[in-house]
């Protein structure tokens, strides 16, 4: 019986070389370690994973506390600064000849063309807004219980107007909606993805823990549901949303959409492991053991799981951020006055504002930042997310 | 079924008729083709506190015979008779244990709960029969859980107790498997096993996976705790002087059939049916002065999804006749052995000659 | 080694050192080891997990990649083939070079354990065959593929003019482990490396096999490493036997002074703790106590002195022997013998 397995390529590693009989570890904290410090320490080895994590982080930290950060509400317009372009926040002040401390953003001085009535911004370095940090401004409440006024930065006197992104076609400041898009399409990709993760495990474990014909018939309708083309379903699905309801019950009818052909994905990744962890000697000496077969399920068989569960929600993620953003882009999603990524991209559709007014695409940026982070970090973790194998 | 080693005792468990056939399904709508007969018609006795080993190569069944009595498979036909006075079947009264015993093979999982107690296994892979996410500790008590047997101090105790009998420090029960080496993963697996005061325990390859120099410490480990439990053993091996080490009894098994059974002596001294000859003479022994013309098979293992007619090994076998081709031969009694061999009276094969240990 | 029995010699390993660098700290799975193979003969090197005899094989046609390399020592291979030595240091070759390339396959083949890891699944055996043929020795593609069918042949596979057009996954495991063999052979190597052969095998294909190394190495007159655990394969094959622990050589010896004289503490434990065939039940089996040390953390002076009978308290806990060389030729790695030597 095969004491040493060696790869023909090459041994790349003395496990190829050393299994049986030796003691690997001799930090004695491996030796009590949980599967989850094991993982924890094969993921830290991950620098980029580590890094999106951190830019996640940060990211939610945004959608928790987007009216803090916003200096102006979202659907707060003025007509006198249609398309201003962004002002770039300054933190010291070189005036007189001197350095001081001093944030502010540099007031426009409007022109108009005469020939094709436009108007145009142009920055003029000469004037000064202040801007401080931690300012009063429109009231709010902080995690919808705390009365306050209180936000991160905005200008000194609540009648300057500041565009730290730019101004859209109507004067609304694209910095704070952009923070507040942050809030829906982040978190429309969680709760659909948690529709996803029960249908998955579900579905994914009858699946592949009792095999037969129900797994058969299961795997049948999610190659079915694969087969869909997701555009044509989705605009149908969405155009067929009655028009009268509310944007909340769109969004949750939205995220319900998305979830209904996601969980293919999970349940495919669940039926895998429990078809592969069905044969293991382990499973077996439970059952053995007598034990019944929801409990070699529950407390054999899931624990090697929540590992690669969680990866695959970390994948599944970016796939409703860009399907929910793609949808309120073509305006059958979320609509005015939700505001999301995909829905302030619609101003960007077309070549005029896109021309003109190239900051209207700051959102896209949010879409690529996040979706690279989330796949960054799946990956991360799908890499550490079985730390037994070798 | 007559016992031909005339032995007082009764048998602990009486394999009658098994057979365990896995379907092979194909096409699209799965049509049941043919089956792989794994187990086809095989029939033995285990006695109390002896160590009968099952020997064979690659699908010969050994395996699915450990299995079949563990009830990890549910045997597609044949008898699984236990007989055990202090098991008492459900619904029935200590009066009501019969001399035959109790037929295993078509209890219900409920019913089969009794008896999982005192029939217990141990694995081939050490690294594979441990759930790597799982403290020794938490394995080690899981069955005592299940039969609802201890908890809380008193587990505790037990668990340490039977860590101690195998070997192992108590210390070490919240260690996950992944620190400790194949050998010591193996004492928790033997202490699993026992956790139950079982009757009987299948060793399924339980030293294969092992370094060479610390099979000897888990043979030794295996011998006195049957000593000190009065435990039986189903040795299940491919390996033959670890069988010649430990066992009692020898049942030489080839495609899913029994071909020689006898005591160890007899069966390797002078062995009967002609696979069992090839089998011993094949080994390789560790003394270059043994260096000898060995019989060298041609052909491979016979594919248990599809047999040759008649003797399975005549394709194989240097002795086969015209009759072999045609004729199943069945298991019965020539001498002290059970061959299943047409000539098995008039064959003289070769066996391993008995060396005195200097 | 000085020169006098040179002409004999086909490899040596001198001071072979093939550390791992992993992230939990450097491994030294060959931590010094010395041998020597003479020309058409059959050594063994045996040993437990841990030992690093396989790592040695593998650093012997370079073949270790990250984390691992090979940090010392030489490989001394003798390639002439007209009795006038021309020898190159293995060691020092870059990992690609020419030179390299042209010995393997050429002078030095491998078979290893799993033949199903080792052949390619999408090429027919035919064209993995003829590869090498084509490429060492310069045939044609027709050429190569007559010398293809003969040795399949050779190996004992019916039919295989065509089989040679069979992939992998249509031959049974017997036959895979006989094309591997087909393939090494393929170019007459003068030394065939051959890693757990038969490990994975049944004891009656094992046979087979075993066999058809036999008649092999007499058609082609050449040398034979054999890379195992098994003792009792060891015995069976081999003229001379290299015993390695924790990365090093412990013992070197002839194969019947090996197994009935042996020297090392180790080696004489190991014969005791393996059952015998013909002893039964009468035997006492004495087990090694504790187990291999972890890689990570080896013992200081000898490296078995933790699970020696024989240890010297004070001495092989601190002194890590030499290997020393006996009257009689054999080699030994132990305090008790470099007194005697001395």
């Not at chain 1, 730290?164 to 942050?182: C, E, H, P």
């Not at chain 2, 093979?105 to 107690?117: F, G, V, W």
């Not at chain 3, 895979?176 to 994975?200: F, G, N, V």
Request: net charge neutral.
């Amino acid at each position: 019986m095969a004491l040493e397995h060696n790869e023909p390529g090459g041994i790349s590693s003395p496990e190829a070389a050393a299994p049986a009989d030796v003691i690997m570890p001799r930090d004695t904290r491996i030796l009590v370690a949980s599967q989850w410090q094991l993982i924890w320490w094969r993921f830290r080895r991950h620098k980029l994973a580590l890094f999106s994590a951190f830019i996640l982080i940060v990211i939610y930290l945004i959608v928790l506390v987007a009216e803090f950060i916003a200096p102006y509400d979202p659907g707060d317009y003025s007509a006198r600064y249609t398309y201003a372009p962004p002002q770039t926040l300054n933190l010291f002040d070189t005036r007189d000849g001197q350095l001081s401390f001093n944030s502010y953003v540099n007031d426009y001085t409007v022109e108009i063309d005469p020939q094709a009535l436009r108007r145009t911004f142009v920055i003029d370095p000469e004037t000064r807004i202040p801007v401080r940090f931690f300012v009063r401004g429109w009231s709010y409440k902080l995690f919808g219980l705390i009365e306050t006024d209180i936000h991160l930065l905005g200008p000194e006197n609540p009648r300057d107007r500041i565009f730290l992104l730019g101004a859209d076609s109507i004067g609304r400041d694209v910095f704070s909606r952009m923070i507040y898009g942050t809030r829906v399409s982040m978190t429309i990709g969680l709760v659909g993805v948690l529709i996803s993760l029960v249908l998955g495990i579900f579905l994914g474990g009858i699946s592949g823990y009792f095999g037969a014909w129900i797994d058969n018939l299961i795997q049948r309708s999610i190659d079915f549901l694969r087969s869909l083309p997701t555009i044509p379903l989705w605009l149908g699905l969405a155009a067929a949303l009655p028009l009268s309801w509310g944007p909340l019950q769109i969004y949750f009818a939205i995220t319900i959409i998305l979830s209904l052909i996601g969980w293919t994905a999970l349940a495919r990744v669940v039926r895998g492991r429990f078809l592969s962890l069905r044969t293991e000697d382990f499973v077996m000496a439970a059952r053995l053991d007598g034990a019944s077969q929801m409990r070699v399920i529950f407390e054999h068989m899931l624990p090697a799981f929540y590992s690669h569960i969680i990866a695959s929600i970390t994948l599944a993620i970016p796939g409703m951020i860009l399907a929910e953003t793609a949808l309120s882009f073509l305006g059958l999603g979320l609509r005015p006055p939700v505001v999301s990524w995909g829905v302030l991209l619609q101003d960007a559709q077309n070549i005029r504002s896109v021309a003109t007014a190239p900051w209207l695409l700051t959102p896209a940026i949010g879409v690529i930042v996040s979706v690279l982070a989330l796949n960054f970090l799946g990956d991360g973790l799908r890499d550490a997310a079985d730390p037994y194998s070798h | 079924m007559t016992q031909t080693i005339a032995n007082p005792k009764a048998p602990l468990l009486e394999v009658i008729h098994l057979k365990k056939y896995f379907p092979i399904n194909k096409g699209v709508l799965s049509r049941h083709v043919g089956d792989v007969r794994a187990v086809d018609d095989v029939s033995f006795e285990v006695y109390p506190r002896e160590t009968l080993a099952l020997v064979g190569e690659s699908g010969c069944g050994k395996t699915t015979i450990g299995r079949c009595v563990a009830r990890a498979y549910k045997p597609t036909a044949g008898q699984l008779r236990y007989r055990d006075a202090a098991v008492q079947p459900r619904g029935t009264r200590a009066s009501d244990a019969t001399a035959d015993g109790t037929d295993l093979a078509t209890l219900s999982e409920r019913d089969l709960i009794p008896y999982r107690r005192n029939i217990r296994m141990i694995f081939q892979d050490p690294f594979a029969s441990l759930n790597p996410r799982m403290t020794v500790f938490n394995i080690i008590a899981n069955p005592l859980k299940i039969h609802k047997l201890a908890k809380g101090k008193e587990l505790e105790d037990r668990v340490a107790e039977l860590m101690r009998q195998v070997g192992l420090r108590p210390e070490y029960m919240r260690r996950y498997p992944h620190a400790f080496s194949g050998g010591q993963r193996q004492r928790i697996v033997i202490a699993r096993a026992l956790a139950l005061d079982p009757r009987l325990v299948i060793a399924d390859e339980a030293v294969s996976a092992l370094d060479v120099s610390v099979r000897a410490q888990i043979l030794n480990l295996m011998q006195d705790l049957q000593d000190q439990f009065d435990l039986t053993y189903l040795f299940i091996s491919h390996d033959l002087s670890v069988v010649e080490y430990v066992a009692d009894r020898v049942a030489v098994m080839y495609v899913g059939k029994l071909v020689e059974l006898a005591s160890t002596d007899n069966l390797f001294r002078k062995p009967k049916h002609p696979y069992t000859e090839a089998l011993m003479s094949a080994i390789p022994k560790p003394d270059p002065r043994l260096r000898s013309k060995r019989i060298i098979l041609g052909g491979e293992v016979a594919d248990p999804a599809n047999p040759p007619t008649g003797c399975y090994f005549h394709p194989r076998c240097r002795y086969a006749q015209e009759r072999c081709k045609v004729e199943t031969p069945p298991l019965r009694p020539v001498g002290d052995h059970l061959v299943a061999c047409h000539f098995a009276e008039t064959l003289d094969l070769a066996g391993i000659p008995a060396v005195s240990a200097s | 080694m000085n020169g006098s029995v040179v002409e004999n010699i086909l490899l040596e390993v001198r001071n072979l050192q093939t550390h791992f660098f992993l992230q939990e700290g450097t491994v030294h799975a060959v931590a010094g080891v010395d041998f020597v193979l003479h020309r058409g003969s059959t050594l063994g090197i045996v040993g437990e997990s841990g030992c690093g005899k396989s790592v040695t094989a593998f650093s012997i046609l370079k073949l270790v990649t990250k984390p691992g390399r090979i940090v010392g020592g030489s490989i001394l291979f003798d390639r002439s083939n007209n009795g006038k030595p021309d020898i190159i240091d293995l060691a020092a070759l870059a990992d690609n070079s020419p030179q390299l390339r042209d010995i393997r396959g050429k002078d030095i083949a491998m078979i290893f354990q799993e033949p199903m890891n080792s052949l390619s699944p999408v090429h027919t055996i035919g064209d993995q065959i003829t590869e090498g043929i084509m490429l060492h020795l310069g045939l044609s593609k027709a050429d190569a593929l007559k010398r293809a069918i003969a040795l399949l042949r050779e190996v004992g596979i019916p039919k295989p003019e065509e089989r040679v057009h069979a992939y992998t996954f249509q031959l049974s495991g017997g036959m895979r482990q006989r094309t591997m063999i087909a393939t090494a052979l393929a170019c007459s190597p003068k030394l065939l490396i051959a890693d757990e052969p038969t490990t994975a095998l049944d004891v009656t294909m094992q046979a087979q096999i075993l066999d058809l190394l036999r008649q092999m190495r007499a058609q082609f007159g050449m040398a034979l490493m054999l890379i195992t655990h098994d003792l009792g394969v060891v015995a069976e094959m081999c003229d001379e036997v290299v015993v390695m622990y924790l990365g090093e050589v412990v013992e070197q010896a002839p194969v019947d002074q090996l197994f009935h004289d042996p020297k090392h503490p180790y080696t004489q434990a190991l014969l005791k703790s393996v059952p015998r065939l013909g002893y039964g039940r009468g035997q006492r089996l004495n087990p090694i106590r504790g187990s291999i040390p972890d890689p990570f953390s080896r013992p200081t002076g000898c490296p078995f002195h933790d699970r020696c009978e024989k240890r010297i308290p004070g001495r092989c806990d601190v002194v890590h022997p030499k290997l020393t060389r006996l009257p009689d030729g054999r080699t030994v790695r132990c305090l008790l013998y470099e007194d005697e030597a001395s």
